[in-house]
């Protein structure tokens, strides 16, 4: 009796524990991923099949290209759900002000959907709205899969090598529970908006906006903005219209956040950005915004500075200046012997033959292995950025040499955002 109440009790753990195995499986594996049974497992195991589709260096890029379908074509809900949501759960003044509806949707991912709308002023919009109730599951799945993660960590020595999963997971669960309440975009699009105004005059980023969103008609679960015009960039990548010198423009825009502010779009996937008409960059989603301490940001911009210079030396003294205290000379010296051979002609290599984020990952660990640096939770919304920005290059222009092509956007990062 005891013994099977024993494996009675046992069976939830193992299945689950089995399920981990089996999602790690489909991510990693060289054939095609069940993209409807990972979303079945629930919310954490899109959010982290979505970081797999932005590591060309771990998988492949066909794996990741297909991955990455869960940034904007997750399954959608039934139409009675959608009206169901609505009547339950927007605001009175949006069924005032709605007189159209498109009850299919334009686009789909994990957390909501979004369709088509009109306001009886006229005005063309779009309606996101939570598809269900994700938070309580979501948090346990969680909690379930630091465990798993930390045994995984045990077994696979290769989970090491990407930095630290412990952390990045804390990350994930931090800006999808922020995700999951809609008011949020309109909070974090506004502070974009406003660090934008304040740079205006130092650095200007006239291709920059945002949508204009309906605060009077949105609340936790429903969210109206202006519909834009236009293409995403996973539609321009697909469509092979992405200009190189936009790519640039981006860099600059969203590096000057990341670098020198600190506060930044923490979830700019290529699904996340619509260029308009005009060819201006929509930042969408801006539920998700990210703080880099000064300490962080700054070393990690003088690194790729002194790198893009090709003075090496100076580059890996920013990533000892993360360290609590400086090293004792040996490990220093050691440091810098294990980066020159990571770096070794990196100047002269394109991103297709050697990846920003496949040498940044190998950075990290030598960088908290030897020099005792400490990027600590808040440096990894910026690598993720970077692993965003590296795969579009990847999937668009293989040939470039990325860090020579940045030079001049972190040039102007030193003198427009006082970053001497």
């Known amino acids: 009796m005891h013994t099977s109440h ?12 089995l399920k981990f195995i089996l999602f790690m499986r489909q991510v990693t594996r060289e054939s095609p991923a069940n993209l409807k049974w990972i979303e079945r497992q629930g919310l954490l195991a899109v959010k982290l099949a979505q970081i797999f589709a932005l590591r060309p260096d771990i998988i492949s890029l066909e794996k990741c290209k297909q991955l990455q379908a869960l940034y904007s074509s997750a399954s959608t809900i039934p139409t009675e759900d959608v009206f169901r949501i609505l009547k339950e759960k927007a605001p009175d ?13 334009l686009a789909a991912a994990s957390v909501g959907q979004v369709h088509r709308a009109r306001l009886k002023s006229g005005e063309e919009v779009v309606v996101k709205i939570i598809k269900g109730d994700h938070e309580k599951k ?26 630290n999963p412990i952390a990045l997971l804390e990350h994930v669960e931090d800006y999808t529970l922020r995700e999951l309440d809609l008011r949020n975009e ?3 699009a506004s502070r974009l908006s406003t660090i934008k105004e304040d740079l205006s005059s130092d650095f200007p980023m006239p291709r920059l906006r945002f949508p ?7 609340n936790r679960h429903v969210l109206v903005s202006e519909l834009v015009k236009g293409q995403t960039l996973e539609q321009g990548i697909e469509s092979s219209s992405l200009e190189w010198d936009d790519l640039l423009e981006l860099f600059r825009i969203h590096g000057a956040f990341m670098f020198g502010i600190g506060t930044f779009h923490g979830d700019l996937h290529p699904g996340n950005c619509i260029m308009d008409p005009d060819g201006n960059f929509v930042f969408i989603d801006n539920g998700a915004i990210c703080e880099a301490p000064r300490k962080v940001s700054k070393s990690l911009f003088n690194f790729f500075y002194h790198l893009s210079a090709d003075d090496k030396d100076l580059a890996f003294e920013s990533l000892i200046s993360l360290a609590e205290r400086r090293p004792r000379s040996d490990d220093v010296n050691q440091f810098k012997k294990d980066m020159h051979v990571i770096y070794n002609d990196f100047e002269n290599l394109s991103v297709g033959q050697q990846s920003l984020t496949e040498v940044m990952m190998k950075t990290v660990r030598s960088a908290v292995e030897n020099a005792g640096a400490d990027y600590g939770e808040e440096g990894f919304p910026i690598i993720r950025s970077l692993m965003y920005m590296d795969g579009l290059v990847i999937r668009t222009y293989p040939d470039v040499k990325l860090i020579s092509e940045m030079r001049a956007s972190l040039d102007e ?5 006082d970053l001497e």
């Open 93 to 105: 003044a949006y069924h005032d002000e709605i007189s159209w509806f498109d009850v299919e949707p």
């Open 186 to 188: 309109i909070n974090g």
């Open 413 to 417: 990062f030193k003198s427009g955002l």
């Open 138 to 163: 979501f948090k346990r799945d969680v909690k379930r899969m630091s465990r798993w993660l930390k045994i995984a960590m045990i077994i696979s020595p290769k989970l090491r090598k990407v930095g």
């Open 6 to 17: 024993y494996i009675h009790s046992s069976l939830p753990v193992i299945v689950r524990l």
């Open 212 to 218: 204009e969103y309906y605060p009077d008609l949105s």
